[in-house]
Each structure stands twice: as C-alpha cells, then as structure tokens.
C-alpha cells in the first residue's frame, strides 16, 4: 500500500482542545492537513483553531447524538466531507470497581464508547461514498489490551474501542478506508488529573502518587500524536506508543497470569492496592 499524504487532507479530530487531541492537531496541521477541530472545552478550542489555521471548529459532545448529528450535517457544509476522522474525545476514571457507580459507567461508555460509535456513523457514509483513501483512527489505550488494577470502567471501555475497531476493519476490507487502533502507554495528559473522574473512596495521598508515577514514567503527548501520523500515512492496524505499550500488550499475548501479576505488583507499590496476602501469590 502506498503511503498515505495528509498534505490537503482533511482531518477531523475530536477532543483537539487538550491532550493527544491537541498534540495531534499541531503535527497534523505541519503536514499540510485542513483540520477540522471539536471539544466540548469551546473556550479552550477557539485559539487553537485560530493558531492552526483550523478550517473549522466547534463545541461538540461526542455522547449526544444530536450534537455529533448537527457537527456532520455542519462539516458537509462548509468541507463537503472529510478524509479523515481521528476519534480521540475521552475520559478516564480511576476506583476500584465495587467504588465505581453505574452512573459513571454510563458516562464512561457514553464518551469513550458510543462517542466513538456515533461519530463513525456519522461520518463513515460520506467517506464510502466518496471512494478515496481514508482513513479512520480510534485512540483506545494499552488498557484496552493489558489494563491495571482500580480502573474497570476506563479498561472495559477501551477494550470495546479494540472491538469495535477490529470489526470495522473487517467490514471495510477491500475499501480504501484503513482503521488504525492507537494503544498509548503512559502519557503526561488531564485524563488521570480530573477529580470527577475518580471515586470518592479514593485519596489524595492515592492521587499524588499517581500523579508521582505518570510524572517520572509517562511521556509527553507529541510522541504519541508522532506515532499516530506516521500510522495514518503508513496504514497500520495498531499503534502502540510510549512507555510500556508495546511491552506490554506482548506480554499479554506470551503469559496473561505474568503480565496480572507485574501488573498487581505495580498497583501495590503505587498504593491502589493492598498488600499482597500473607503466603505471597
């Protein structure tokens, strides 16, 4: 497969205002890209858009139909369509699972999920029937393949992203459309720094020293926005990038018990579980 050229392209990415959103948004706009950019944050996206040059920007909640409904009907007017469309908008959430509410389940699967889901149905139609090279990427994240402890709705959630991206792919065979996956790893982002997006049980002491890990161990968002480029021109199926991604989701695959175990061990020593019983494993 030839490489894909984003020069002239246009790229739509959600949840652009912040995160590997934004870090994707500057890469994209250096490679000659017409972007098309949404948050929910339209305070945070308006200068963006307006230092990227953005063909167009708008406030958009990927969990509400009408919004994402009203977005595409919207793009079609002022780009006739788009080339290509990089689900990006999440959110995380950090407790344990007895501590996680089905309300914030709910609004785990509406963003990270269904967001995903009707942005694709919005905006896949027009790129098939334009029958040109397209490309659609989903960000999911190494959870999505070996997750940790204290985060059941944010893993469960972003194992569906590995789901539903492998089905398209397999739908859309022989279309000149590729679904790339994108499994970052550690990454310096507002995803873990959210209070809403944690239990209540959890502590402060906890957080800080979450926050201790992602400052000593993640990278920054420009390394995955690289990586992602260079997946959407090379056609990958998967992406994984930055620290422990590709360690990771191949030891899933070598030893599942090993990979739980490290895992487990991880979480004790960052304090988002107990000590490990008496008798050891």
Request: glycine fraction near 10%; proline fraction near 4%.
């Amino acid at each position: 497969m030839t490489r894909f050229s984003l020069a002239g392209r246009r790229v739509l990415i959600t949840g652009a205002a912040s995160g590997i959103g934004l870090a994707c948004a500057e890469a994209i706009a250096a490679r000659g890209a017409r972007l098309i950019l949404s948050d929910i944050d339209a305070n945070a996206l308006a200068p963006i858009a307006a230092r990227l040059g953005a063909i167009m920007a708008r406030p958009c909640d990927v969990a509400s139909e009408a919004e994402v409904m009203a977005f595409a009907t919207e793009v079609k007017l002022v780009a006739g369509g788009i080339d290509v469309l990089i689900n990006n908008a999440g959110i995380g959430y950090l407790g344990a699972f007895e501590d996680t509410s089905p309300s914030a389940w709910r609004r785990v699967f509406d963003i990270n999920v269904m967001g995903m889901v009707l942005m694709t149905r919005a905006f896949l139609p027009g790129m098939r029937r334009a029958g040109t090279r397209a490309a659609i990427v989903n960000v999911a994240s190494t959870a999505g393949f070996a997750p940790a402890a204290c985060m059941s709705a944010y893993a469960a959630s972003k194992h569906a992203v590995v789901g539903l991206s492998e089905v398209l792919a397999m739908e859309l065979d022989g279309e000149p459309i590729t679904v790339t996956i994108v499994a970052p790893g550690v990454v310096n982002t507002n995803i873990v720094k959210a209070r809403r997006n944690i239990a209540p049980q959890i502590s402060v002491e906890q957080i800080a020293g979450l926050q201790a890990y992602y400052d000593a161990k993640g990278c920054d968002a420009e390394i995955i926005a690289r990586d992602i480029v260079r997946g959407v021109e090379g056609g990958e199926a998967v992406v994984r990038s930055g620290p422990y991604a590709t360690l990771l989701c191949g030891m899933m695959r070598v030893s599942r018990r090993l990979t739980r175990r490290l895992s487990i061990a991880s979480s004790r020593k960052i304090g988002f579980l107990g000590p490990a019983p008496t008798g050891g494993w």
